[in-house]
């Protein structure tokens, strides 16, 4: 809940333009934490890279559209969007 006005203030405080940079700050300090548990087989690792990916891309483009509007429609049309996909 608190994902866009956080992600919005930092956004705020380090300048537009850096929204990729900020989320990949995000992701590396997630990593970090997890190393621990990363898994041990090959698959399941392979897996686990692509739906990072896939994690990173949907983080970055909020956050990109985040230098182009407020975090409260940011988070409106998120959370419309989560009802009306499974319609």
């Known amino acids: 809940g608190t994902q866009h006005s956080v992600?919005?203030?930092a956004?705020?405080?380090?300048g537009d333009g850096h929204a990729l940079e900020l989320t990949a700050a995000r992701f590396l300090v997630a990593?970090?934490?997890l190393a621990n548990f990363r898994p041990k087989?090959?698959?399941?690792w392979r897996w686990g890279c692509e739906l990072g990916v896939w994690?990173?891309?949907g983080f970055a483009l909020q956050t990109i559209g985040l230098e182009t509007t407020t975090?409260?429609?940011s988070a409106f049309l998120l959370y419309?969007?989560?009802k009306f996909v499974p319609l």
């Open 7 to 9: 992600a919005k203030a």
């Open 11 to 14: 956004l705020d405080s380090v």
């Open 31 to 33: 990593a970090l934490a």
């Open 41 to 44: 087989d090959e698959e399941t």
């Open 55 to 57: 994690s990173f891309l």
């Open 71 to 73: 975090a409260t429609r």
């Open 80 to 82: 419309l969007n989560v």
